[in-house]
């Protein structure tokens, strides 16, 4: 994990290729996230949404 800064928490993805990626993320406990607030996520993860599906 990276840091955290107020309700936000950084943390650091590593693929496959080894490039890091840092992925901001919002942490208000049990609330849902908006949509698009997730594809950000993704993208800042370097994940696809196909990828994404895999997982769930």
Not at 21 to 44: A, F, M, N, Y
């Amino acid at each position: 994990m990276g840091n955290q800064a107020g309700s936000h928490v950084q943390l650091i993805r590593n693929d496959e290729e080894g490039k890091k990626w840092l992925v901001t993320v919002p942490e208000h406990g049990s609330k849902e996230l908006p949509p698009g607030t997730l594809l950000s996520i993704l993208r800042q993860a370097g994940i696809s949404r196909e990828e994404l599906m895999i997982f769930l």
